[in-house]
């Protein structure tokens, strides 16, 4: 496996939005975020709900996942970073979903995919989802560092350890990264993983007391963070990482890897918190997919952005449903061309690498009437066959909180180079791994 130094990609000043256009980017964070900063309550017991929907009877659902709740913590964070909240609001809140992470019912130190925020009971059929776990912890190492600085900068670096030791804020957030690791440490990623494939299975089913017999066998895949956390934790061998597939694609003289539905999320969700490696194979080929992304839509004259979103089909009860749309050529799902669908977080994770491209994506989506109370709507679906008559695009109106959680965390990153990839390479276990995030595209 070839390296290359250790040169994370970095944004170009010659990129950078003008002041007006940096100006509507944070507008958008702040209402974004209000989105978190309504919802994570006592009444939900500080955990984020699933989605809000205005035309909908119940304006909101009474359900959350792992990933939603590792995100709300970043979302908690971005809200320091971009001065909407203090620090010591912040770190109130943290406490409080912190105490209610920990009392929620677990499975060798997983959380289930699902639970109801009232009664915080995990949903049935409970289920263990490998890649939720995987970023839920992956953003729990995050959240440690974001505190781990605060502590030395504001306190250990200040006094002498023997005058803050009864400063009950010093106390607190000592505490809390001490419960930090205990969740990361009791997340056993070994329980997920089959040794026979050195693959990790897409999850436990905990009614059948059974690994699902299916597996995530993509470099491209959002489940990468899942393998990159237990090999840092140990929870599985490093090998595992050369089991995932490299399987690579060509358009305009360019290659990167194949992904299973050749969506947005596949290829950049994992790169909020995990460094790219300047001419690497993930970094070559998240830059292949966000060319692939702009020369689809550009061919298809409509905005950019296709990944797994919400989409304008309703069931009985008014809920949108969901499933993945991605490029043709990236993915190996077929039938990807059927469907038109934009989702705003797909081009907004893109926003360090294009961020004039994303801006005026934004500015066309706006003209679509996408943009409203909690920032821009989840998804326009241009699909003939689910439109009206005379109709263009129709707004799928609704705020999923992981999408609005990408988008809130996307800017952050830009207009703080990269926070949350830098946060997470300063824990020394996960710095120790990132070796393998530095293979180089093959020739």
Known sequence: MCKISKETAKISNKKKLNNEQTKFIIELAQKTFNFFKDNLTEENNFLIPDNYQADRKEKYVDRTSSTNI????????????????????????????????????????????????????????????????????????????????????????????????????????????????????????????????RLFSIGFNIEENILTDSYYDLLASEARQASLVAIAKKDVPSKHWNNLSRTLTVLNNKKGLISWSGTAFEYLMP????????????????????????????????????????????????????????????????????????????????????????????????????????GFYESLDLTPSRLKRGEEGAKVATYMAHHQALILLSINNYIKNNIFQRRFMENPEIEAVSILLQERMPE
């Open 271 to 374: 790169n909020i918190n995990i460094p790219r490696y300047e001419g690497s194979l993930l970094d070559e080929s998240s830059k292949f997919a966000i060319m692939s992304q702009i020369e689809y839509a550009r061919k298809l004259k409509i905005p950019w952005g296709i990944s797994e979103t919400a989409f304008n089909v309703k069931d009985l009860h008014s809920n949108y449903q969901y499933k993945a749309f991605g490029i043709p050529w990236l993915g190996l799902k077929r039938g990807l061309e059927d469907d038109l669908v934009v989702a705003t977080y797909g081009s907004v994770l893109a926003l360090t690498d294009k961020p004039l491209e994303v801006y005026n994506n934004l500015k066309i989506l706006e003209q679509y009437g996408m943009y409203s109370k909690y």
């Open 70 to 197: 590792g995100l709300s913590f970043l979302a908690v964070i971005s809200g320091v970073d971009l001065g909407f909240i203090t620090q010591y609001e912040a770190i109130t809140l943290i406490n409080k979903m912190i105490e209610s992470i920990e009392s929620l019912e677990k499975w060798n130190g997983h959380l289930y995919n699902w639970y109801n925020i009232k009664t915080k009971n995990p949903l049935h059929p409970r289920y263990i989802s490998t890649v939720d776990s995987g970023n839920f912890v992956g953003y729990l190492y995050v959240l440690k560092s974001f505190l781990n600085k605060i502590l030395k900068k504001e306190y250990e670096e200040e006094y002498e350890i023997s005058d803050i030791e009864d400063n009950p804020q010093y106390q607190l957030m000592k505490g809390l990264v001490q419960r930090i690791s205990k969740l990361i440490e009791d997340t056993d990623f070994s329980k997920l993983y089959s040794p026979s494939h």
